[in-house]
């Protein structure tokens, strides 16, 4: 079963555009929804994060959108330049006991091309 | 040390080998993860630790694997007559404790089962 759905698999965007990700949930225990980028050969890097109890958050030209009654969040990527170009997945958290792992998406392939 | 270290980088060994995979998380840092990734996909749970104790190895896809952290830092996980099906990258992970939302990922191991 498949927690949570993360989509477009793949995203080319030109250099200056929006890079939108979306991700939807099924588990209403999650309480915590983290981004992460990772280059090849690298480990997942955490980029941004959120809690369901603000529906938007922004870090620089990052930010999450959060919809708790949808189930889904999303990220956009504003002025995507090509160091942009990475796999980026959602993860989620739930809280209390048994919840400390994260569960992740199966991440979005985004090219930022001159 | 700066970051969550793994070794080796890279391990490739033949069907039926037994293999040790090596986490060094981030000094200070009692919780620790392991996660497997398979190619194109997300990271997958598989164990946790808070301290010296496994908290949950829910993930842990069969009784071929098992991970130790004897001492409540370094943890290594181990793989007994592997499979080809083995084949992927280990991720390891660390958080200041297991109520810490943000966790700091590894390189990985990519391990290759001919």
């Known amino acids: 079963q498949q927690q949570v759905k993360q989509s477009p698999q793949s995203l080319i965007v030109q250099k200056g555009g929006i890079s939108i990700i979306n991700c939807a949930y099924e588990?209403?225990?999650?309480?915590?929804f983290p981004w992460y980028q990772q280059f090849p050969g690298k480990g997942p890097a955490l980029l941004i994060a959120i809690r369901p109890d603000v529906s938007e958050k922004k870090e620089g030209r990052f930010t999450i959108s959060f919809n708790k009654s949808a189930k889904q969040f999303s990220l956009h990527i504003m002025d995507s330049q090509p160091g942009d170009s990475a796999t980026y997945f959602c993860a989620a958290r739930g809280s209390g006991a048994g919840s400390y792992q994260l569960t992740f998406g199966k991440g979005t392939k985004l090219s930022v091309i001159p | 040390g700066a970051g969550v270290s793994q070794t080796p980088s890279n391990k490739v060994t033949e069907k039926g080998k037994y293999v040790e995979l090596r986490c060094d998380p981030i000094s200070g840092h009692t919780a620790l993860y392991w996660y497997r990734q398979s190619l194109g996909q997300g990271p997958e749970f598989l164990i946790y630790f808070q301290g010296t104790g496994a908290a949950d190895d829910s993930g842990l896809p069969n009784d071929r694997f098992f991970a130790v952290r004897p001492e409540g830092s370094v943890s290594t996980l181990k793989i007994q007559r592997t499979e080809r099906g083995d084949s992927a990258v280990y991720l390891c992970?660390?958080?200041?404790?297991?109520?810490?939302?943000?966790?700091?990922f590894g390189p990985g191991t990519r391990l290759t089962v001919l």
């Open positions: 588990n209403t225990a999650f309480d915590y």
């Open positions: 992970a660390s958080s200041l404790d297991g109520s810490t939302d943000t966790q700091y």
